[in-house]
């Protein structure tokens, strides 16, 4: 199922046609809890302010153990390797990552390999059935 988590901007939005349900949040912080309570993975695609924001706080709770198995796969090669390297040549040279740190998101430009890295967890980690409904989630904290 698609879930369409929109914000309440001052711009008209719509819906993309990929969607099976629009849920409408007034404020950010909100809608950033609901993404990561109900998603089991983030596709990050190029964006903006809003994007990074996003992708950011989710790495953070990836790497502080906040949650766990979390693919977070970065679409567009092109768009996203300036932003690895600031990570490696400045973030981890002055040690305010670790190496492992760098390994916790997956740059791609193959659907194939977005959906592996997605795939390679769902089985082991959320034991989904072959109804796509998870029996057991492990997220915030939860064992």
């Not at 949650?67 to 390297?85: A, C, Q, Y």
Request: charged fraction near 25%; charge should be neutral.
């Amino acid at each position: 199922m698609s879930v369409g988590c929109n914000i309440e901007l001052p711009m008209e939005q719509k819906p993309n046609k990929y969607l099976d349900r629009w849920v409408e949040f007034r404020y950010f912080f909100v809608r950033k809890l609901m993404l990561v309570k109900y998603s089991y993975a983030f596709v990050v695609m190029p964006g903006g302010f809003g994007t990074l924001d996003e992708l950011y706080e989710s790495l953070t709770l990836v790497q502080t153990g906040k949650i766990r198995h979390f693919p977070l796969i970065l679409m567009g090669v092109e768009f996203w390797t300036p932003m690895m390297d600031f990570l490696r040549e400045r973030l981890l040279k002055e040690g305010t990552i670790a190496a492992d740190d760098l390994a916790l998101v997956t740059l791609t430009d193959s659907p194939d390999e977005a959906v592996a890295a997605i795939q390679g967890g769902m089985d082991k980690f959320y034991q989904v059935a072959e109804t796509g409904k998870p029996k057991r989630r492990w997220l915030l904290g939860e064992r």
